[in-house]
């Protein structure tokens, strides 16, 4: 998670193709982490607006952040909210 935020702010988009390959190996770890445990609304949060700023936009991940998220809504923080709907938009 921190490090597809880290990327994300950095703007070292996947629309790159320099950066391409390491944000689909990102998708594979961030899935294994969601596969893994369950993460934290401040976790699924970055991680999807970390993906979508990327414009790495893969489906499967972003299903699973869904999925992930419904139970934990009414602990997401305003900011965490905002930044997970934009992340749909």
Do not use: K
């Not at 703007?11 to 390959?21: F, N």
């Not at 790495?56 to 997970?84: K, T, W, Y």
């Amino acid at each position: 998670v921190n490090t597809a935020h880290g990327l994300a702010s950095a703007r070292l988009l996947a629309s790159s193709p320099a950066w391409l390959q390491l944000w689909g190996s990102l998708d594979g770890a961030a899935r294994a982490q969601c596969d893994r445990r369950q993460l934290t609304p401040q976790n699924l949060a970055n991680l999807a607006w970390s993906f979508a700023t990327a414009r790495h936009g893969v489906a499967p991940l972003f299903e699973i952040i869904a999925a992930q998220s419904r139970p934990q809504l009414a602990d997401f923080s305003p900011q965490g909210l905002s930044n997970l709907v934009w992340a749909y938009a």
